[in-house]
């Protein structure tokens, strides 16, 4: 009775271990690469706009993006790039201050991010807040 008790124990801890062995996180996806896209606000006053971002990695390691992006809120946003399996953020600032975050996920393919943006902190206050959604595409 003991013993049977024993390989009970034993098989359910060997269950318990192959269980968490297979829970290994999932490995972060590839964003490198040059990257295009449209994005368009939830408020109906403001214009779409269009966005290159290419990203690579810096001198240590780290991603990063350069962007042309020209809206009415933001232009040319130098950008940190994270990964953390399919979930991406890229956020950063242009000269004048004015700051940018894209978060999403990219897809399975590897080739289609789709993100919602927030902009905060325009010099003019124009667009003091300013959020979307769009999506990136490889090239």
Known sequence: MMRTRLLSHISLLLVIAAVC?????AASSDVRGTWSGSFHSDHSDMDPFTMTV????????????????????VRGV??????????VVLAGSD????????????DTS???????????????G?????????????R
């Open 21 to 25: 062995a297979g829970a290994a996180p």
């Open 54 to 73: 290419v990203i690579t990695p810096d001198s240590n390691g780290h991603l990063v993006g350069v962007s042309d992006l020209v809206s009415e809120c």
């Open 78 to 87: 130098k950008l940190q790039v994270t990964v953390n399996g399919a979930n």
């Open 95 to 106: 000269a004048e201050g004015d700051s940018i975050t894209l978060r999403g996920t990219v």
């Open 110 to 124: 590897g080739t289609l991010l789709k993100l919602r943006y927030i902009v905060n902190g325009s010099a003019s």
């Open 126 to 138: 124009k667009c003091e807040t300013d959020q979307g959604s769009g999506t990136l595409g490889k």
